[in-house]
């Protein structure tokens, strides 16, 4: 059935790293090779599983950052300062290691447009690591789909992907971008500089009536306020699907 | 608002590995108040096991607690469990 990612036992995995990429001072993306990947679909995720040498095991979800691409996967960590598992990731790994890894999990946040209209993507921080896999998966398959992001981060520096968001928007191919910088702003900088709330839902996204889909992913208070403003605009609440990072998220 | 919330889709590796296929899209009903939405949108905590809520009214409609040998799970909240494959 569409809509579901293969049935079947969902084994462990060896992943050995290729490519460590620093993309901003907190966050990295760790290129994988995973001999026999099955494929995902953009929005999925994987379990990372530590172990360490007397046994002990962590274990910690990410999203997967890349469009479908053969073996290759892109996991885009943000570091944690008091987390277990991510500052190992984004410090200690390095090419030719070889972590534990199973997925591709969760057909529930994938990108799936269906219903006529516009998508509307809403990040918080390294919320946007998924939705940055459905707007690679979107311009690899040429869709013309119409999607929004409105990216929400602490300031300029600290926007993930951000070269690549502005050569997507370059292909005026229906997708486009809208910031808001919460922190901290760049002298002359004309975009939104707040958190988001329900008036600029309302002004960066589209009418109820031409939404498709929503998909919201970041901290919980994040998406919490960002769904209820959605639902206040009048959106249907399953036309928006969530992805909130807990606290141990590190 | 509950800052330790998840959504039910961040235990969709451990529910894979549980009943052996994708259940983030499997659709469940509520015992409580008779919402019907799919697993990976419910409301998740975590703690010693996982609980997993309705968004709608609150009610528990299952609990799984992992152990060094063996899984529980308690379904008591499940009217339905309605799996697409």
Known sequence: ??????????????????????????TKTITFDVPGWPGHRAGQHVDVRLTADDGYQAERSYSIASAADGPRI????????DGEVSPYLTDELRTGDVI???????????????????????????????????????ALERSGIPTRLLY??????????????????????????????????????DGYSRRVDTDMLGEVGPVSSELAVAFVCGPTPFVEAVA??????GHEPARIKTERFGPTGG | MDA???DGNAAAGLLHEIFGSEMTTAVGTCD???????????????????????????????KIVVGD?????DFRGLRALQLNG
């Open chain 2, 32 to 62: 409580g108040c008779g919402t019907a939405g799919e697993v990976g949108g419910v409301h998740l905590y975590r703690g010693a096991g996982l609980a997993f809520r309705c968004p709608h009214c609150g009610n528990v409609l299952m």
């Open chain 1, 74 to 81: 892109d996991l885009t960590v943000e570091r944690l300062d």
């Open chain 2, 4 to 6: 330790l919330m998840l």
């Open chain 1, 152 to 189: 929400s981060a602490r300031s300029w520096d600290d926007v993930i992907y951000r070269d690549e968001l502005a050569e997507l928007t370059a292909r005026r191919d229906g997708f486009d971008v809208v910031y808001t910088l919460t922190r901290a702003q760049p002298a002359g900088w």
């Open chain 1, 100 to 138: 534990e890894l199973r997925g591709p999990v969760g057909g529930y946040f994938v990108w799936n447009p269906q219903a006529e209209g516009t998508v509307f993507l809403v990040g918080g921080g390294s919320g946007v690591v998924p939705l940055m896999a459905m707007a690679r998966q979107r």
């Open chain 1, 228 to 233: 209820s403003g959605l639902v206040e605009l």
């Open chain 2, 69 to 73: 040998e063996r899984v529980w799970v």
């Open chain 1, 1 to 26: 059935m569409e809509g579901t990612a293969v049935l079947g036992r969902l084994n462990w995995r060896a992943a050995k790293v290729v490519e460590l990429t620093p993309e901003t001072s907190q």
